[in-house]
Nanobody, 121 residues
Framework: QVQLVESGGGSVQAGGNLRLSCTAS????????MAWFRQISGKQRERVAC?????PKSESVYGRFTISHDKATKTLFLDIDNPQPEDTGTYYC?????????????????WGKGVLVTISS
């Protein structure tokens, strides 16, 4: 059973850099799409970044967000440059290991419970 556990959230002031982590247990990381999503109050969950663990390919919806991963520690990262109050929300990581493959939320097979990020001005 794959488990994804996010960390790094909390209350921070705007500016600087914020790093979120997602550690995967029992996930081979051989070949999977992994993505970060967020849900802002009153809005639908949206994907903010995605990466394929077997290739250098990655994509970020927002230029201030950078996704990366470490196969050795089975950890997915999301770096948020200059976080702003509008980035406040719950951030989730997802892993897609079975068809259909992709970065969409419907493709994710496993989800973390989410981590709350609050950015104050």
């Amino acid at each position: 059973q794959v488990q994804l556990v996010e960390s790094g959230g909390g209350s921070v002031q705007a500016g600087g850099n914020l790093r979120l982590s997602c550690t995967a247990s029992d996930l081979t990381f051989r070949s999977a799409y992994m993505a970060w999503f967020r849900q802002i109050s009153g809005k639908q969950r949206e994907r903010v970044a995605c990466v394929h663990t077997h290739t250098p390919k990655s994509e970020s919806v927002y230029g201030r967000f950078t996704i990366s991963h470490d196969k050795a520690t089975k950890t997915l990262f999301l770096d948020i440059d200059n976080p702003q109050p509008e980035d406040t929300g719950t951030y989730y990581c997802g892993a897609d290991t079975e068809p259909p493959y992709g970065c969409e939320d419907y493709a994710m097979d496993y989800w973390g419970k989410g981590v709350l990020v609050t950015i104050s001005s």
